[in-house]
């Protein structure tokens, strides 16, 4: 019977895979060409299509809860709803981490990779949220990402570069740093905590964990730059801030 439920469990996955892979495609090639077809405001017509991911994201994850694949907890992340020009930053530990934080805020932009934007299932779905990709020239990028945050747009970022490796420290990288000060832009941390291994770094969908997974998405810390001294030299400023970022998410998941 373990054997049988196992099995059933790798059935689970694969249903909420490809229901994934499925809703995307329709949404990218039927129900945003609506959208973009109805709607000449540029404005209008990216709120509305990212009104549509956020409620399809939620069913999505409703549907991987009823699946009992996981147990879905998120405390009052409406508080950030008046949030504007900020990066948001979250650690990284399994592969739906940004479903969920896409799912439950509402104004979020998304800096995509390449294969995200060029798939077949889901790049018209990024391309009409008005998303960017991360693998431009570094001063376009760069410059993209001031003009996002000055027109209130919060960018969501992984600070490792990367999904996290169970049960080892946090190590972010300091790009989210020199984005930062380069764009004056404060920071706040959201924390989502994941109680076993479920579609971690090299870990393949169809070697799931035997049990539930609980994932539990928290309001983090808020970074201000006026903490870190504007006559310091910049390097110096980063080393700082990425110190403290990373200290505070290693001491609050107890990965010290």
């Not at 790798?10 to 909420?16: D, F, L």
């Not at 439950?104 to 998304?110: A, D, E, S, T």
């Not at 431009?136 to 990028?141: G, S, V």
């Given at each position: 019977m373990d054997k049988l439920a196992y099995f059933l469990r790798?059935?689970?996955?694969?249903?909420?895979f490809m229901s994934f892979g499925i809703g995307g495609f329709l949404l990218g090639s039927l129900i945003f060409p609506v959208i973009i077809l109805g709607t000449r405001d540029k404005d209008k017509r990216r709120h509305r299509v990212r009104s549509m991911i956020r409620v399809t994201f939620k069913l999505f994850l409703g549907l991987l809860e009823f699946l009992g694949i996981i147990k879905l907890v998120v405390h009052d992340l409406s508080k950030l709803d008046q949030l504007k020009g900020c990066l948001i930053i979250c650690n990284h530990p399994t592969l739906i981490d940004v479903v969920?934080?896409?799912?439950?805020?509402?104004?979020?932009?998304?800096?995509?990779?390449?294969?995200?934007w060029s798939s077949f299932f889901l790049g018209g779905v990024v391309r009409a949220a008005g998303?960017?990709?991360?693998?431009?020239?570094?001063?376009?990028?760069?410059?993209?990402?001031?003009?996002?945050?000055?027109?209130?747009?919060?960018?969501?970022?992984?600070?490792?570069g990367t999904r996290t490796k169970p049960?080892?420290?946090l190590k972010l990288v300091r790009g989210l740093g020199n984005l930062a000060l380069a764009a004056n832009a404060n920071i706040q941390s959201l924390v989502l905590r994941c109680n076993n291994v479920f579609l971690a770094k090299g870990q393949k969908w169809y070697r799931p964990?035997?049990?539930r997974t609980t994932l539990e998405l928290s309001v983090g810390s808020y970074f201000s730059l006026d903490q870190y001294d504007s006559e310091m030299p910049r390097s110096i400023r980063?080393?700082?801030l990425m110190k403290d970022i990373q200290t505070y998410y290693n001491r609050t998941l107890n990965h010290e």
């Open positions: 790798i059935c689970a996955v694969g249903i909420g969920i934080i896409m799912a439950y805020m509402k104004n979020v932009q998304c800096v995509v990779k390449k294969e995200l998303y960017f990709r991360n693998d431009t020239d570094p001063e376009l990028f760069l410059a993209e990402s001031k003009r996002q945050l000055q027109s209130g747009e919060n960018i969501l970022i992984f600070p490792e049960g080892l420290p964990p035997a049990s980063v080393r700082g």
